[in-house]
Structures are given as C-alpha cells and as structure tokens.
C-alpha cells in the first residue's frame, strides 16, 4: 500500500492493546483521519514510550497508510512538526489549545480535505504557544467565528447605531429584535462585531475585557455553533477555560 506524507494535529489519543494507541488527528491531506499507531508506549532502559507525541494540540510530520474505504488507517514514521515552548507546560495555554482541538472534532465529522481549515487552526496553535496573555485569552473567541467561516455558517454584516442585535440564529446583524431568546444586544454584539472584523491574530491584543465579559462571548458563541453544527454537545473543555482565563 502507498504511503503519504502529511502534517497532522492530534485531537484525541486512547489506549490500544498492551502497547499501541488509536489516534483521531486532523490531516493537512485527508482531513479527520483515525490511526493505529503501534508499539508506542512501549518503553525501555535505552528509550521512552513515544506515545507523548499524540497528545491533544500536538503537530506532527507523519507518513501514514492511506485506504479510502477503511475507517482506521496506520501511521508508518512520525515526529514533531512543530516543538512547542508552552503548550504542554503552562496550564492557561494549554485549556486554550485542548479548547481548539476539542472544538474542531465537535465540529468535523466527515474525512474532508480542507487545507485552509488545516492552515488556520495549526497557525491558531502556534500562536497560543508563543503569543502574550492578552491574546492568548482571546483566541478561544476569534477561532470559533474563524471556524464557523471556515465550516460556511459565518455572521453577516456589521454592528452600527442601527443594527445593534446579533440575531444568533440567523447569523447576522439586526435592528429588529427577534422572536426568540437566542440574540445578542449592545456591548457584547458590538464586541463579537470586534472581533469578526478582526483578520491578523496579533491584532488580538487591541481587544479587552475582563473575565465576565469573556466568559459571556464565549456564552454566547457556544450558542451560536449549537445552532449551526448538527449534533454539537458541550464541550468539556469550557469549564475550565472559564475559570483560568482572567
């Protein structure tokens, strides 16, 4: 069978047999792809269990088996992509990044190639691990209406002194008050507004808010995808992004 090089970021790893492990990991080349990936929690004297390179948020330069008809697929040669500095130590910065990742395996569900959507969250990925606090609290709310542009659901139009209310339901901005709860009104739509608007990650730093105005965005974006992903639950990672994140 051929073999393919690609990037890929790990979302999820589990337990497989005694030594292997089953690894979801989003793929520059074939998008949402599961591997077996074997013998890599086996550990000795002369060398460390490998299993450490799939965990959730890591980027990897794999070469991997590739059947189109087969759910699982196996990983022949891997290794970092991308060495993080922070990530995987700090715990702020990592709620962000097991925030990203969680996200973008509740919203893809098919095995679809999309490179930009690739591009975009392993940039988001990098930048949590480099970028200062400031920003790195914001990424949670300028990925997810990334996302939701990327995925074809985006938010029309812009917040102005007549259209004051984000209508969530039908994603856009209004002047008139809709019939149901799921809305958003003054300051917190004006800011969402902020933020769409909103194209290099740096420019984050423009942003800010406390911690209840954060946490009430992020509320409301929730929402916002709960209405637009079929079958999107609530992720576990919110809980504790809500607390950490000042």
């Known amino acids: 069978m051929q073999t393919h090089k690609t990037k890929g970021i790990v979302l999820r790893t589990v337990k497989y047999g005694e030594t292997s492990i089953i690894t979801t990991v989003y ?58 500095n922070t990530i995987f130590f700090n715990v702020i910065r990592n709620a962000v990044a097991v925030y990203v990742v969680e996200l973008l395996q509740h919203c893809i569900k098919q095995p679809e190639a999309n490179p930009e959507l690739f591009y975009l969250t392993e940039e988001i990925l990098l930048a949590v691990d480099t970028s200062n606090e400031t920003i790195v609290a914001n990424i949670p709310l300028y990925f997810t209406l990334q996302l939701s542009s990327a995925l074809g659901f985006l938010i029309h139009g812009n ?88």
């Open 159 to 246: 917040f102005s002194s007549s259209n004051t209310i984000l209508d969530l339901k039908e994603g856009t901005f209004t002047s008139n008050i809709p019939t149901h709860s799921n809305y958003v009104t003054d300051e917190e739509a004006a800011t969402i507004s902020n933020l769409i608007s909103i194209k290099n990650i740096a420019d984050l730093k423009n942003i800010q808010f406390n911690k209840i105005q954060r946490r009430k965005i992020l509320q409301h974006l929730q929402t916002f995808m709960v209405l637009h992903v079929e079958g999107f639950a609530q992720l576990r990672s919110i809980d504790v992004l809500q607390q950490i994140i000042s």
């Open 27 to 84: 793929t520059e080349l074939f998008g949402l792809q599961s591997y077996i990936v074997k013998g890599v929690r086996q550990s000795s004297k002369k060398t460390q269990s490998k299993a450490n390179y799939f965990q959730p948020a890591a980027i990897l330069q794999m070469e991997v088996y590739h059947n189109e008809f087969k759910q699982l697929q196996f990983v022949k040669e891997f290794q970092w992509a991308n060495i993080y």
